[in-house]
Nanobody
């Protein structure tokens, strides 16, 4: 069963978006879920991650203070609330899972959703 990301769209600079990642069933219930993004011509980069029950999170420096990751265990959903968006946040955003904590490298994540495009206009 794959992760399913959604919620992307076009927003003006300074606006907000909330991305959702469906992490269904027992497959992901004990896993860390992270968000990554990839802008055109750039490498995929870590954004934020949340532990299995939503109690602990960590962020990339670029996301601190603007983005909030959360997890609803009952709904098997992980969210990324993005505020004060900037044009440089434009990218395809992916959710992914890993069994290990404090991982920021894409190769440490073993299951990926299909990505959702976020475009921030200036």
């Amino acid at each position: 069963v794959q992760l399913q990301a959604s919620g992307g769209g076009l927003v003006q600079a300074g606006g907000s978006l909330r991305l959702s990642c469906l992490a269904p069933g027992r497959t992901y219930s004990s896993y860390v879920i992270g968000w990554f993004r990839q802008a055109p011509g750039k490498e995929r980069e870590f954004v934020a991650a949340v532990n299995w029950n939503g109690a602990t999170t960590y962020y990339a420096e670029s996301a601190k203070g603007r983005f909030t990751i959360s997890r609803d265990v009952a709904k098997t959903m992980v969210y990324l609330q993005m505020n004060s968006l900037k044009p440089e946040d434009t990218a395809v955003y992916y959710c992914a899972s890993t069994p290990s904590w404090l991982r920021r490298t894409p190769s440490d994540y073993n299951s990926w959703g299909q990505g959702t495009l976020v475009t921030v206009s200036s």
